[in-house]
């Protein structure tokens, strides 16, 4: 199973960003998806997650309303658009599967991408 994250990068704060997750070797429309993101010296906190059929989406207060999270199962892609960023938002950005729905805890996923870095400059 692999999971490539990609689209992070530097961007100015009140600025936008889309990640992209492309996975492989995973019945994909099986699997909840979620984005998590991480600074060094914390622990990993969840950012949103989406159910394998897109009905429904969890965000963490403090993203809501500014990202969107979205999936394409013919693509076997996840996508977490960023709208208003800010510097609290700079961390590396995890994708993760999970069969079970609505995980907030990073336990509750089997696989993991490599992480992409986004930087948002004040």
């Known amino acids: 199973v692999q999971l490539q994250a990609s689209g992070g990068g530097l961007v100015q704060a009140g600025g936008s960003l889309r990640l992209s997750c492309a996975a492989s070797?995973?019945?994909?429309?099986?699997?909840?998806m979620g984005w998590f993101r991480q600074v060094p010296g914390k622990e990993r906190e969840f950012v949103a997650v989406?159910?394998?059929?897109?009905?429904?989406?969890l965000y963490a207060d403090s993203v809501k309303g500014r990202f969107t999270i979205s999936r394409d199962n013919a693509k076997n892609t996840v996508y977490l658009q960023m709208n208003s960023l800010n510097a609290e938002d700079t961390a590396v950005y995890y994708c993760?599967?999970?069969?079970?729905?609505?995980?907030?805890?990073?336990?509750?996923?089997?696989?993991w991408g490599q992480g992409t870095q986004v930087t948002v400059s004040s």
């Open positions: 070797g995973l019945t994909f429309s099986s699997y909840g």
């Open positions: 989406i159910s394998w059929s897109s009905d429904r989406a």
């Open positions: 993760a599967a999970g069969l079970a729905w609505g995980r907030v805890n990073p336990t509750g996923y089997t696989y």
